[in-house]
């Protein structure tokens, strides 16, 4: 989107008019003109392998050039998820290789490490970081020890255990940020004991998010009601959610035919049996995940129901949620756009493989796509209705939207922009800190 300077719809919303910058190029010198957007646009369109991934690409009827610098983008029906969707990097091919159009271009590529440069015309100007080598770290701890030693200018992540300490160190700043991802457990709804939508509403009231947020996460993250996107701008946070509240949980279960009549795994026979119980996968080697699904564990428990983790490997763990092999899972959702949150939840995503049906939810999320252009107040009124949808009738229990940092050397001087959370974004407008660059003058 930021190859273009401006874009429109028609009255109907169905002709999108595009007006691209006068002076973005590709890495060969060549201009980004309509002709060239164009035929990078079709290319991706035609070699799409997932499109149930970006559900506002199927909303596109064609495209077509209306000028050098002037493209018109035809729907087929009037969609509010093309936009959220059309995030397509714009490149052209010279026989292997791809020329794109940012700031920096890759000059070699090794397991090892990464190489760019600095391109020079870029539509911005050209960075003053002239160069940028990327290495892997088999882990963060061995990451930051080489930032300590002065062998890295950047950390990627910083984690929930080493944010203090990284913080609390002169040489580095650090940049934080939420990321838009729902960390939660999703239910199997196909399985009976989760087709009663009161045995979901109770296991949300069961659990302490803030608790969990304090010890999984420590305290780096916001409390998370449903999937949708709480810095989304249509988002309303006076939207209720649910509280911490057991004995309500265990009143709402008593009402319901949910019951299992067996002890839970282990207990001597003397053992009060277990309201009922269900299996969460979890994937193997993931602390955080884990002790986030063990106090999920422990605070269920509380109300009496048993909920049985099963650590697997990532194939495993894919597989079996494409087959539908489990009664749930704790997973990650991402959501920043309405657009990626209908994949997920619309009863005819070909990516719902939860088995969760909700007309009130159907209809929110194709009140969202279809909204008129320009009419904020029907998008904001469609969001409002799909965020109680989901919580009256929730497909799992949301626990948090956990927060990152970025960690960068006080060599640099970083621009923080509003409309920009990660820092990383603004990578080609880094600079050096004014003290050593006049060191560097000086030597």
Known sequence: PRLAESWKPSPDGLRWAFKLRDNAKFHDGSPVDAASVKRSLDEALANLTDRSLVPGLDDIAGIDVDG??????????????????LSIPI??????????????????????????????????????????????????RT?????????????????????????????????????????????????PIFADQRVRQALNFAVDRQTIIEQALKGRGVSAQSPIWPLHWAYDPNVPGYSYDPSRAAAILDGTNARFNGKRGGEPASAS???????????????????????????????????????????????????????????????????????????????????????????????????????????????????????????????????????????FRVPEERDRDDVLQTLSRWQLAPALALAEVRD
Request: hydrophobic share 40%.
């Open 273 to 411: 049996p277990a309201r009922f119980r269900f299996t969460c996968l979890v994937l193997d080697n993931l602390a955080v995940w884990e002790r986030m699904a063990l106090l999920v564990q422990r605070q269920l428990r509380e109300i009496d129901v048993d909920m049985q983790l099963e650590a697997v490997s990532a194939a495993d763990f894919n597989a079996r949620i494409a087959k539908g092999d489990f009664d749930a899972v704790f997973l990650e959702f991402s959501a920043r756009s309405m657009s990626r949150a209908y994949v997920f939840w619309h009863s005819e995503s070909p990516r719902n493989a939860f088995g969760y049906r909700n007309s009130r939810v159907d209809q929110a999320f194709e009140a969202i796509r279809r909204a008129p252009p320009g009419d904020d107040g029907a998008y904001r009124t469609a969001v409002r209705d799909l965020q109680q949808s989901m919580i009256s009738s929730p497909p799992g229990i949301f626990l948090a939207w956990g927060q990152t940092a970025r960690a960068v050397s006080t060599r």
């Open 68 to 85: 050098p610098r002037e493209l018109r983008v035809t729907l087929r029906n009037r969609s509010t998820f093309f936009l959220d969707d």
């Open 91 to 140: 490149s052209k091919r010279s026989g292997d290789r791809i020329i794109g159009t940012g700031p920096f271009v890759v000059q070699s590529s090794t397991p090892e490490e990464i190489v760019m440069s600095t391109f020079p015309d870029h539509y911005l100007g050209t960075p003053e970081v002239d160069r940028i080598v990327w290495k892997p770290y088999p882990a963060l």
């Open 143 to 191: 990451a930051w020890a080489g930032m300590m030693r002065g062998e890295i200018d950047f950390l990627y992540e910083v984690s929930q255990e080493s944010a203090e300490f990284v913080q609390g160190e002169s040489s580095v700043n650090t940049f934080s940020f939420l990321r838009p991802y729902a960390l939660g457990v999703a239910f199997n709804s196909r399985r």
